[in-house]
């Protein structure tokens, strides 16, 4: 007999685990109906010709892809590669995340949909990274993205949604802005424009290897020592104030420079309590970003990032439908779980428990409990019967295990005198109450 | 580039569908609670070890693998046998259904859970059958099991959710009891006890294949005409009291009856308002059931089984845990959406709607725009701007697309005189409000 277990990072979610999970979903869901977002899903497999080449080399890796029901050894005629073999021996494999699966819904719905587009999806994704701390291999993305509109509107809104949700979780966050176009900004005035990729890699590692690690790669990857010094010179800017005169020589960096802007000017109006910040060295590693670019961090725990997004214009492209503008972020529901655990921010009342047990001690008093259950069931009480006659010791361990806090005792007596005795498990103390009363 | 498409047997899901399924789940998830069940997920992968073995040998061909990543080419030695290749290859499959990993579970936090431990779970589970109408590849079950307990007020409390789920969905459906005891008093009666399990498969297709169906196969798995006709005889029972005396010799058939009638006494003492019937052809297919067996069928639409169940009393011992009883029941949301879809049943309601769009002409009005959705979202308005100045045409169409009601027009007059115009989508008219009539 296998001991068993569940996949390496893959985890089962116990009641507790559950209720708070929903908790957290459901406070994003509400938020993202307020703004008018509308719910899709998509299957958790796809044809692995929608997912390949979406995510880089390392991406089409870490997919987990499915094997052909049937016979599949007629395709294996050389195992020397396993990598091409993969694609071979398996049609489909589990999304990778939620915005590719929604451009191909988009794509394969235009004829349906009223542009703009806002839908937001709440699923769960697969990748086959090493598991460690905050990352597993499958994890729940919360997605709102507008399609179809290239309004800063979206951008804003975006932003007011990422406030209020962690207001009503409850913990401090910063939220942080970027614009593909001030990188490309960047690029320019350092004069580096055909190496802006390795240079926004570089810099998208700033947190990890500090900016002598960047210059470093910078320099490795072919930018010149002088390039690299107005670049470091550039990512010191902390404000759009500071960044504006540096980037006033590229018309690209001025257009970043001016989308923040107005996005800034909107947020001023409406009061957003968290932290906004613009941080030119997020650049976050799809590429597929071509406008705004957001990360949020929570200010009292150390997580990396929970939530990510940005805006792309060649998304539904890859799918045959060019032209299509989109914006989104995706709450990451582990990493906020974790966040939240760790502060103990989880209401009591999201442990939601039963309230009363119903335990007797023979046949006859089972009898009287169930009629007993029925009654009080209709009068909206949460309420459970011990399923056989048993000693009290067994009734109220399990009322004690299950954290109910009030366990109904009904003996031959209590049935004559129709004064049912009534354990208040967390105090401690007993009372007698009539079946009207326990009905109150 | 390839036509985007998603794989045979599973579906997108959009903001109506959504919406509907929501709908059904939370009445059930809603009765789940009521009666006491709590809930916990699994991961959607399991390791193959899980799951192989449990499901006879087509379920282990219906299974999707995944493939290892990294290099699983070393294992291709006999690439001859590709159902045994399969399982070299592959470590992990998708889950089958929701009672395995819940053996699983149960086994692995044996020492933290409380017994009777009452479970609901709500997933997706995929299985690589033929797509047909409603059967899919990827489909979701509502199931609530109660393991650690043999007594037969579970039976009772799982047959008054299964009525208060259908009363509550709007529509009729019969449910039909069995016993697995039933089967092997029938199969002693007639002399038959060796071939039970033939016997079983075979009454379990009575349904599609009809009384002779059944005894021409009864009778090419060796068993003799003699005994065909004392099965077939015991088969037309409609109630207990039929069935009662022709099962009257054997022992086993005895304590199922009285387990039947047991159940059905305390039924009796609540109201249940589908139809409760016994069926002694009822088996289903799974060989892991011990005691009752659930089926239900919903009256008026032909669509098979919408919920299936039944008592258990070795699952765990798969795991290493013997002599845990249990008994559930599973719901098919995909079977039952199908069933309301055809009946006409959603509530207009489930299609939650945004109620007001503001259309604006220019950017000052755009920004007068912004300021009044602040403040009608304030006011718990559900509400959207639309993302650019345009012309009427454009954001007109636009409710009209996404069914919005009402649209607030906002010109250079509206912004003077503080009147703005609504137009009523729905009804063709139109008013004008000032911003304080619009927030009350």
Same sequence: chains 1, 2.
Avoid: H
């Amino acid at each position: 007999m296998i001991k068993p277990a569940v996949p390496k990072g893959t985890r089962d979610f116990s009641p507790v685990q559950v209720n708070r999970r929903n908790y957290i979903v459901e406070i994003i869901k509400k938020t993202f109906i307020k703004y008018g977002f509308q719910p899709i899903e998509t299957p958790s497999m796809e044809n692995l010709s929608t997912l390949t080449g979406k995510y880089g080399d390392e991406g089409d890796q870490l997919l987990f892809k499915i094997l052909k029901n049937g016979d599949f050894t007629e395709k294996i005629k050389t195992p020397d590669d396993y990598k091409k073999l993969a694609f071979e021996i398996c049609e489909k494999g589990l999304r990778y995340d939620l915005t590719v699966p929604f451009a191909r819904y988009v794509v394969m719905n235009r004829n349906e949909i009223a542009f703009p587009f806002k839908r937001y999806q709440i699923q769960p994704v697969w990748r086959g990274d090493r598991p460690q701390k905050g990352r597993y291999q499958e994890f729940w993305q919360c997605d709102a993205d507008v399609v179809g509109s290239d309004s800063l509107l979206n951008e804003v809104e975006l932003v007011q949604m990422l406030d209020e949700v962690y207001n009503e979780l409850g913990f401090g966050v910063t939220i942080l802005l970027n614009n593909r176009k001030i990188l490309s900004g960047i690029a320019e005035v350092a004069n580096v424009g055909d190496k802006m990729m390795s240079m926004t890699i570089a810099i998208d590692k700033l947190d990890k290897i500090g900016i002598e690690g960047v210059r470093n790669e910078m320099i490795a990857n072919g930018i010149a020592a002088e390039s690299c010094a107005i670049i470091e010179s550039i990512l010191q800017a902390q404000t759009l104030e500071e960044l504006k005169p540096l980037l006033s020589k590229s018309e690209i960096g001025n257009k970043g420079i001016e989308e923040l802007e107005t996005v800034f000017k909107y947020l001023s109006k409406v009061k957003i309590k968290q932290t906004v910040k613009i941080d030119p060295t997020l650049a976050r590693g799809l590429s597929y970003y071509t406008g705004a670019i957001f990360e949020v961090k929570a200010n009292d725990v150390s997580m990396g990032s929970i939530n990510g997004g940005g805006r792309y214009d060649d998304l539904t492209g890859l799918f045959g439908m060019p032209n299509v503008s989109g914006v989104g972020i995706s709450f990451g529901l582990d990493r906020i779980y974790d966040v939240m655990t760790e502060l103990g921010l989880f209401p009591a009342s999201t442990d939601k428990v039963t309230q009363y047990l119903i335990g007797t001690f023979d046949d006859a008093c089972f009898d009287f409990g169930f009629d007993l259950l029925q009654k009080m069931r209709a009068a909206g009480k949460s309420v459970e019967l011990y399923p056989v006659p048993a000693k009290p010791v067994k009734f109220l361990n399990y009322a004690n295990a299950r954290q109910i806090p009030n366990v109904i005792i009904i003996g031959e007596n209590e049935m004559q005198t129709g004064q049912l005795m009534v354990k208040e498990m967390l105090v401690g103390g007993q009372m007698a109450m009539s079946v009207e009363e326990l009905l109150g």
